[in-house]
């Protein structure tokens, strides 16, 4: 199939990329900055230049949507700009252009309201619940996303929980840079257990969805590894492959909340260069339990992660070895 890959300059885009090439699909790529993967036609523009996204998704036969909007801060208006308003104008074009098939590759903060997840499955994306800016704008897009599917146009929604793995910036360097300036803290008993998807399992699972859109089609499947970890031990694991003394300080997890939610306020008036130090979603994110059934997601996508958590650490600790 001739597959096109938006967001292909970041990890999990790259990795879908690749996996479908090793597939045997004619993949292009659309973003703002070249995929840097080999084999890939590389289309360069925005979500939110609609005549950008026609010449994109010409001649394609499916789509699989995973650029976006990623921040724990910044202006609602930018969010929805690009995560709300660029989806609906790839949807567009792509009905428009004949295209059969669309993953949208979405998060499981879409239906994250703050409380603890144990063991649940994915519930309906409501984006008057949704944590942040970035939740709430990939909610909407999710929604707006699962309505377009129709007779010769089937859309799936993924949702890989917490990708991580070699090269990750968002979650793996963050990490590891606030671990070395002593600004990561443990919040609460740090015995709360997360799920988290090494990214070559991510990119499978969203992959495996092409070849199984008449049973993914119109629904929403959260993807993960399967394996909850404590929170303490997680990000041990990820200090301990880049080299770095774990996290030891303390900090009670109402506390973090309560920082959080000043700390936005000061960022939406003064905004720094970097993310946040602290938000309420990622103190509650630390603090709060969030992991899930995996029995439908395997079932439909007939599908199963190929690497294990510590397999997964142990390919990041060979990463980062000199």
């Known amino acids: 199939m001739k597959v096109l890959v938006t967001g292909a300059s970041g990890l999990l885009g790259g990795a879908v990329a690749r996996l479908l090439l090793d597939h045997g699909h004619t993949v292009r790529s659309f ?31 499916a789509v699989f949507h995973l650029a976006a909007k990623v921040s724990f801060a910044g202006a609602a208006e930018e969010f929805d700009r690009v995560n709300v308003d660029g989806t609906r104008t790839l949807l ?31 519930g309906p994306a409501v984006p008057e619940l949704a944590r942040g800016n970035y939740a709430r704008s990939k909610a909407a897009a999710e929604l707006l996303a699962l309505a377009a599917a129709g007779p010769g146009f089937r859309v799936a929604a993924i949702r890989p929980h917490i990708v991580w793995g070699p090269g990750d910036t968002q979650l793996v360097e963050r990490v590891l840079n606030r671990a070395r300036s002593g600004r990561l803290p443990l919040l609460g008993h740090g015995a709360a257990l997360i799920d988290t998807t090494y990214v070559d399992n991510a990119a499978g699972a969203i992959v495996a969805a092409l070849s199984h859109m008449e049973a993914a089609n119109g629904l929403a499947l959260v993807v993960s590894n399967g394996e909850p970890r404590p929170v303490e031990e997680l990000l041990a694991q990820i200090c301990a492959a880049g080299g770095v003394r774990a996290p030891r300080i303390r900090v009670p997890g109402w506390l973090a909340r309560g920082a959080g939610t000043g700390i936005e306020a000061v ?38 992660p190929a690497v294990s958590l510590d397999e997964g650490f142990q390919r990041l600790a060979a990463y980062y070895r000199p």
């Not at 703002?32 to 036969?61: I, K, Q, W, Y």
């Not at 590759?105 to 063991?119: E, F, R, Y």
């Open 31 to 61: 973003q703002r900055r070249p995929s840097n993967v080999a084999g890939v036609e590389d289309v360069l523009g925005s979500v939110t230049d609609a005549a950008a996204v026609v010449r994109a998704v010409a001649g394609m036969d």
């Open 92 to 122: 567009d074009a792509a009905r428009d252009a004949g295209v059969g098939d669309l993953v949208f590759v979405s998060s499981p903060s879409v239906a994250h309201s703050g409380t603890s997840i144990v063991g649940a499955g994915a």
């Open 267 to 304: 960022w939406s008036i003064r905004p720094g260069q970097d993310e946040p130090p602290m938000t309420r979603f990622l103190a509650e994110q630390l603090s709060t339990a969030h992991w899930f059934d995996q029995r439908r997601t395997r079932q439909v996508l007939e599908w199963e």
